[in-house]
């Protein structure tokens, strides 16, 4: 199989049946669209509710706290999801003329992320490396259809590792923030990433954990370096696994900062 296979499905009623993410709600309208990397099946599953509002994007298909705060969100306020299923795991895993592949979903928005991000565990096959690109381009087009006015993603990590300390001078991240705010009282695994220092700003009144990515932060292929190169406003919101009322908080604080900051980039989604 040459290039991945792009199949559209209208019928929504099949997934929900298999749905990987409750509660479905009456009403919930499900668009999936259907992939093959290889042999690895990829649905790329968009649930709606009411008006259109803002519009969330899951990629790691093993965190599912993001996705669930997601709902509630949109069960009370409308607005969107997509959110890409794969088997309820990290990284895409496939095989190819026999030989096994594996990327992280968060390393396909650029040539040279794809590379490093399939070298990570294993080698790029130039085939593999194409197919990687066309895939990016499927999940950024069904997001917005080619104009994107901005990009919330929601993403959970896990207890301990990761976390807003990361980005400190001496740490692992260092390089990767221009600038942090830091609430103590908060739970360090719980923060939001901006690309913008409007949302920054904003979201450091709040006193949330925040994180203000460097326009000098490598290139590793994730969809914030893709964002920052574009110009396009990006929000992370990332709590740890579980954290489900922390996570639908600093999912409504992010969202009153993208609509009084941005309100032409999203009145398009809007009534
Ligand atoms: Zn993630």
Redesign the pocket.
Known sequence: MKYILLILFCFGFIFTAKAQHPPIFEGLQIDSTNLFLQDLPINLVKYSYREPNINFLS??DN?DTGVKAAFEFIRYSGGSIIDCQYGSA?NFQFLYNEEEFQTDP?SIYSKSGIIKGLEKYGRADVEVVKQLEELSNTILKKYSENNPAYFFTL???ADGGFGISSYLKGYELEGYADSLHINFQMDNDDLILVTDLALFNHLKIENVNVVLQSISAPDDGSLSVYSMKKNIPYINV?VQHGHFDENLRLIEISTKALLQIYPELTQASLR
Request: hydrophobic share 10%; net charge negative; aromatic share 0%.
């Open positions: 990629i790691h965190e990290r968060n993403h959970n990590n990332e």
